[in-house]
């Protein structure tokens, strides 16, 4: 079963899927007008049976539950919340032992954080 984990942030939205157990983070989207949009289409494109998104505590969790509202409506997927706790400064450590290129670490960390998130739920 493949499936897709969302690291909902104000700017960037981090990606990661699961294709028989194998987890990849994917580019991380934009959290624009189109973002609903995208997210469906990388369900379709990548066939995905079933979606997790982080959760935070406190004020922001509020906004990501916004969010998964709006995506359950939208598609027919079961969609998991699932706790993300230190997730980014996870995805941190795991960015610094691959040596990747600091250019990069912005646009890369969210979706490394979607990564840890599925990780967690698988």
Known sequence: ???????????????????????????????????Y????????DEKIR?????????D???KTKKFVD???????LDVELIEEAVSTIEADEIYKENKKSKKKYKSHIDSIAAAVILR???
Do not use: Q
């Open 37 to 44: 949009n995208n997210i469906i289409k990388i369900i379709k």
């Open 1 to 35: 079963m493949n499936t897709l984990a969302i690291d909902y942030g104000t700017k960037r939205i981090g990606l990661a899927i699961a294709v028989n157990g194998i987890i990849s983070p994917i580019l991380p989207i934009k959290n624009n007008s189109d973002k």
């Open 120 to 122: 967690r739920a698988l």
């Open 70 to 76: 709006t995506l359950r409506s939208m598609i027919e």
């Open 50 to 58: 079933k979606v997790y998104v982080g959760i935070c505590e406190g």
């Open 60 to 62: 922001f969790a509020i």
